[in-house]
């Protein structure tokens, strides 16, 4: 789980999405800014999943994974992760590889 101060509220979730930059990639895309916090949330749209139990299984995995690499971030930067369709059959060393992968690429 994401701790509370590492969450971003709604209108700072809509000003990293209309202000933000973005990396994609195969299973998510990031959009993402800097702000004097570290923050970060996931979106998975009901276009991913049609049901709340596979969207909420989409959002444990890939929680997991962020809350890890947040921790380790020296540069604070807010965060808004987007699950796409092939994150469904996506296997876990798979999808944390891309994570990590984009992750190191907005840190630079």
Known sequence: MIPRQNRPTRPEVEDIIKNGRSVQGVFVSFKYKTIPVSKATIVVTKKVGKTAVLRNRIKRRLRAIISSLLLESKRPIGVVVFAKAPVI?????????EVKNLFQKIIK
Do not use: H, I, N, T
């Not at 059959?89 to 590889?97: H, I, M, N, R």
């Open 89 to 97: 059959e996506a296997l876990a060393k798979d999808l944390q590889s």
